[in-house]
Every structure is written in structure tokens, then in C-alpha cells.
């Protein structure tokens, strides 16, 4: 039995109360109960960055958000149909009710089939210069450079592999050797590893079309200079669940105006804002993919992936965001790079 007291959340709950009991528990989803007890419904990852991308924050209720219709199996059902009742709904989460509809339970699909690793394949780009970061990366490639006390490619290794994701290549260029005799075949990081070597500058999406296998499963793509917790398996879902073809980690990103905003109609001043702060979402740097973009990507051309990104949306394919609330880090310049440093064992250190 799992401690379920942990996992309910009332009705009038906060996205940040919700928050708290995704991102702490191993379950991954939130139970929302009645006064009696009585499932409402679920809220869930994915249902939380859907409400950041209408707009709301964390101190908003989850009362429009939660799913309202939830496939619940009932305390007497044996293993094998609660199994075959998540697998028709593509769930990974059932929760468990008495006869009266109250939560006793919830079941992980992954423990009760024992899926352990993942077979989608994880793609780093780790062939920049790092020219912002020199003197540092005279001698030693960026995804190498200590953070903490391990390179940060190292890092996001170990983030992927902590959910299950091991099939890993790696793209190279500057100081390719360095890359490969530090992190070899993978086997001593508990991943498979493999490479591929750009011979010119490619961009992020043109590498993709020097993989020798291409996946034929949704994959990951990420650049090797970033730091982030996030949750690679939220990710997944998401993308799959919304079946696109393509996603987009997005950031928010706040710019404050530092002067008077003024709205005029032709002459006449109708409002003006002081230094209002104006809020965007950036390109994170991190992406999940279907096997179907490889039809867009040339053959061994500079193609980056906004332009992919470009190319999917003039094919009206779908292509979708997924805001990121974690801990994430652009390590593009020096202060960057000191930052890292300040905040590394505090986010990371377990």
C-alpha cells in the first residue's frame, strides 16, 4: 500500500499545493477527494504545464484543471485486469476505490509490470565551441567542465538514466577524443553509448541526419550545456499523450520595461504603464521528437532546430510547448557558469 494521505489534494487546492505532491512523490499524479474521501478526479504534470500555457501561476486554484472523468479500478479487481485496463487507457496510474468510491489505493503500471528501463533514445549535442567560455574551454570541451563535482554532461547523463533512459548518442566535434575516452561505451555510467561525429557545423537539427539507426519510437533531444531536473518521463507523456510530432521545452522568461509604457490612439494617450514586465517563452534547448520529423531534416546540411520547428508548423503538423517549472540553467557564458557552481549541490545533491 502506498501512503495515499500523501497523494490527495482538495478540490480547491493550488496548482502550487499540487505541485508539491507531483514532484515529491514517485507516483507522479495527484489524487482530488472530497470531504468524504470520495474520488473527484486526478491532476497530473501534463494538466499543470497545459494551465501555465493559459496563462495561469502557481497560486491559481486546480479547480478547472483536474481531470474530472478518472479510470479507477475497485479494491477486489485482480492484477492482471487492472493491468490490462491501464494499458487500454495509456495510463500509468490507477487509483484504487472501495465499493463506496473512496481512495484506498493507487497502482503504478510500471511496478506491477516491472518496466524498469526505457527504450527511447537520447540524443546530446555536445560539439560546441564554447567560445563565451574561455579561457576555460581552451583545453577541454564545455560538456566536460566540472560543475559540482562531475562534468555537466555527466550529470545530464545521470538525470536521464534516473528514469530509465540509457540508449544514449552522443554528437561531437570539438575535442571529440576528450568526450568519448572519458564516457566510453557508457558501461561504467549504467548507459549504452554510442556517437556521431559532425565533420562540419551542422546545427542541432542536421545532426540528427548523420544517425546511423534512426529511432523509430519517440526520442529526446538536448543540448550538453544545460542543467536541469526536470522530469524526462513528463516530458514523454506529455508529447505522447497530445500525439504530436514535435516538442518544445519552453521557459518563461521576464523582461521589465525600464521606463513609462505609453498607449496611444494616433495622438491621444489612452494608458500608460510604468515599467511593466513583460513575459515570453524561450527555447529551453530540450525536445521530444517523432520518428516522422526525420522526413523534413536534409541529409547532412546546417539545419537548427527552430527551422525544423518552422518547417513542421508550414506542414500544419502538430507541433507543441512544454512550459518547464523545474530548475533549469543556460551554461552559455562565464557568470552562467559561476552560478551553476553556486546552486549545483543544492538542486542536485541527494
Known amino acids: 500500500m502506498k501512503k495515499i494521505e500523501n497523494l490527495k489534494l482538495s478540490v480547491n487546492a493550488s496548482i502550487k499545493e499540487a505541485l508539491e505532491i507531483i514532484d515529491t512523490g514517485a507516483i507522479r499524479i495527484a489524487i482530488v477527494v472530497d470531504d468524504n474521501e470520495k474520488v473527484l478526479g486526478t491532476i497530473t504534470d501534463g494538466d499543470i504545464r497545459r494551465g501555465f500555457l493559459r496563462g495561469l501561476d502557481l497560486t ?48 503504478d503500471l510500471a511496478s506491477l509490470i516491472r518496466v524498469t528501463k526505457r527504450r527511447n533514445r537520447v540524443i546530446l549535442m555536445a560539439g560546441g565551441l564554447g567560445t563565451r567560455l574561455r579561457p576555460l574551454t581552451e583545453g577541454i570541451p564545455k560538456p566536460l567542465l566540472k560543475v559540482g563535482n562531475k562534468p555537466i554532461l555527466e550529470t545530464i547523463i545521470e538525470n536521464f538514466a534516473k528514469y530509465g533512459f540509457v540508449n544514449i548518442t552522443i554528437s561531437v566535434n570539438y575535442k571529440a577524443d576528450m568526450i568519448k575516452e572519458y564516457f566510453g561505451d557508457g558501461s561504467n555510467f549504467g548507459v ?83 515599467k511593466p514586465i513583460e513575459k ?70 541527494e
Open 60 to 107: 491559481s486554484s486546480i479547480k478547472d484543471l483536474y481531470f474530472k472523468k478518472p479510470t479507477l479500478a475497485n479494491i477486489n479487481d485482480s492484477k492482471e485486469s487492472i493491468i490490462q485496463k491501464a494499458l487500454s487507457k495509456k495510463l500509468y496510474q490507477i487509483p484504487i476505490v472501495d465499493d463506496k468510491g473512496r481512495l484506498v489505493d493507487i497502482e
Open 192 to 274: 549504452n553509448i554510442d556517437y556521431i561525429e559532425e565533420t562540419k557545423r551542422l546545427g542541432t537539427a542536421g545532426a540528427l541526419s548523420l544517425l546511423k539507426e534512426k529511432p523509430i519510437e519517440p526520442f529526446f533531444v538536448m543540448n550538453a550545456d544545460l542543467l536541469t531536473n526536470i522530469n524526462f518521463t513528463h516530458l514523454l507523456d506529455f508529447h505522447s499523450f497530445e500525439n504530436a510530432i514535435a516538442t518544445m521545452c519552453v521557459r518563461e522568461y521576464n523582461y521589465q520595461v525600464p521606463y513609462g509604457v505609453i498607449e496611444t490612439d494616433e495622438s491621444k494617450i489612452i494608458s500608460i504603464k510604468e
Open 280 to 349: 515570453f517563452f524561450v527555447n529551453a534547448g530540450i525536445y521530444a521528437l517523432s520518428p516522422q520529423v526525420f522526413e523534413y531534416i536534409p541529409n547532412n546540411e546546417f539545419f537548427d532546430m527552430p527551422t525544423l520547428f518552422e518547417k513542421l508548423i508550414e506542414k500544419e503538423l502538430k507541433t507543441i510547448s512544454f512550459p518547464l517549472h523545474e530548475y533549469w540553467l543556460d551554461i552559455g557564458r562565464m557568470s552562467d557558469f559561476e552560478q551553476a557552481q553556486s546552486e549545483y549541490f543544492r538542486v542536485f545533491d
